[in-house]
């Protein structure tokens, strides 16, 4: 279903790929009655996503007038590069929630263990067309000595003001996942699977994108550590969890963020009670890697962080957000910044 009828279909390869990904989308066989209804339930959320894709396709093509698209024909037609392009149809097509990189939290729900630690870091990539790809991660590092292992969005899209895809990845404790997985459910990888949605709220402080995630599996109230040796983490997976995502821009606070003979410095909120600290590769990011360097929880005493630091200069983003003891959010604040050379 082209979006111009001319042949110019370059600048829409996002959401042509999209469209195209919606349309052939499979779950791989999976053993019980368990795995039938994850099945079920995925393949449903992408059914209604589908349709919403292919009414945003008609919106974006009745946009365009025939000298709108006679124009984008002639730009290309002198070798104009791609990226202007894309420039001058962003003026006459709509653009939907605002794109970029959103970095959060979650907070999980309902795990049934009322002294574990309920806040993970969370960051979107999110397209800023009006219909494209989101790139994401989900983390539950808590302390560096843990693995840096995450969730990862697998086929995940925005349409517009929302977004929804499924996420993907092992934890840890990799000795817990292959006893469920592996001979309860018969899925010879080890890895979680959820779905997640969540949508672009213009009217809320900072612009943030929202939503929630929930595990397709019955996890809810598992226990999980690092399964390390001296590194004494224990916690919840919780069977559902809400998510906050804002752009690096948003402050709330007087949180006064510096990163200082590369620490990372900050100033607690007066009720502060817990602090998450992301350090984030934004080139990684950006490529769909994983782009946590590390996650850290700290108490509500402590006002630094030691960052990674790689052989060569890195465009990182710290980000810090403070909770009180409800787990709301009363503190944010990111820096962008190249950290020197390691010596």
Same mark, same amino acid.
């Given at each position: 279903?082209p979006?111009?009828s001319?042949?110019?279909?370059t600048?829409f390869k996002?959401?042509s790929i999209?469209?195209?990904s919606?349309?052939t989308?499979s779950?791989?066989?999976?053993?019980?009655?368990?795995?039938?209804k994850?099945s079920d339930?995925?393949n449903?959320?992408y059914?209604?996503?589908?349709?919403?894709?292919k009414e945003e396709y008609?919106?974006?093509?009745?946009?365009?007038?025939?000298n709108?698209k006679?124009?984008?024909e002639i730009?290309?037609?002198?070798f104009?590069?791609e990226q202007? $392009?894309?420039?001058f149809?962003?003026?006459?097509t709509?653009?939907?929630? $605002?794109g970029?990189l959103?970095? @959060?939290?979650?907070?999980?729900l309902?795990d049934?263990?009322d002294?574990?630690?309920?806040i =993970?870091?969370?960051?979107?990539?999110i397209s800023?067309d009006?219909?494209?790809?989101v790139?994401g991660r989900?983390?539950?590092q /808590?302390?560096?000595?843990q693995?840096?292992r995450t969730?990862?969005t697998d086929?995940?899209?925005?349409v517009?003001?929302n977004i929804? =895809?499924? $996420?993907?990845?092992?934890l840890?404790?990799p000795k817990?996942?292959?006893m469920k997985?592996?001979n309860?459910?018969?899925?010879?990888?080890?890895?979680?699977l959820?779905?997640f949605? =969540?949508?672009?709220?213009?009217?809320?402080?900072?612009?943030?994108?929202? @939503?929630?995630?929930?595990?397709?599996?019955g996890?809810?109230?598992?226990?999980?550590?690092?399964?390390i040796d001296?590194?004494?983490?224990?916690?919840?997976?919780? =069977?559902r969890?809400n998510?906050?995502?804002y752009p690096?821009d948003?402050?709330?606070?007087?949180? /006064?963020?510096?990163?200082?003979n590369?620490?990372v410095?900050?100033?607690?909120p007066a009720?502060?009670?817990?602090?998450l600290?992301? +350090?984030?590769d934004?080139?990684?990011a950006k490529?769909?890697d994983n782009?946590f360097e590390?996650n850290?929880i700290? /108490?509500?005493? +402590?006002?630094q962080f030691?960052?990674?630091?790689t052989l060569?200069s890195?465009?990182?983003?710290?980000v810090?957000?403070?909770?009180?003891k409800?787990n709301?959010?009363i503190g944010?604040?990111?820096?962008?910044?190249?950290l020197?050379i390691a010596?």
């Open positions: 279903m979006i111009l001319a042949p110019l279909f600048p996002s959401v999209v469209a195209i919606l349309l989308i779950i791989s066989g999976c053993g019980g009655s368990d795995a039938d994850t339930k995925i449903h959320e059914e209604r996503i589908e349709n919403q894709v008609k919106r974006v093509e009745n946009k365009l007038t025939n709108e006679s124009m984008a730009l290309k037609s002198v104009l590069p202007s $392009l894309d420039t149809l962003d003026k006459i709509p653009e939907g929630g $605002l970029g959103y970095v @959060g939290h979650f907070v999980e309902d049934g263990n002294s574990d630690i309920d =993970g870091a969370i960051y979107f990539d800023k009006a219909a494209g790809s790139d989900v983390s539950y /808590q302390q560096p000595c693995n840096n969730l990862a086929t995940a899209v925005k517009n003001n929804v =895809g499924k $996420l993907s990845g092992s840890d404790t817990f996942l292959d997985y592996i309860k459910l018969d899925i010879r990888t080890p890895n979680l959820s779905t949605a =969540g949508s672009f709220n213009e009217k809320m402080t900072g612009q943030p994108w929202t @939503g929630s995630f929930e595990y397709q599996d996890l809810g109230g598992k226990t999980l550590s690092s399964g001296d590194c004494d983490v224990l916690y919840t997976l919780g =069977g969890a998510y906050v995502t690096l948003y402050r709330l606070g007087d949180m /006064q963020l510096d990163v200082v590369n620490t410095q900050w100033q607690n009720d502060t009670a817990l602090v600290v992301s +350090q984030i934004i080139e990684k490529s769909g782009g590390r850290q700290f /108490q509500q005493q +402590q006002t030691s960052p990674v630091i060569h890195t465009n990182y983003a710290f810090v957000q403070a909770f009180d409800n709301a959010l944010y604040q990111a820096i962008v910044m190249d020197p010596k």
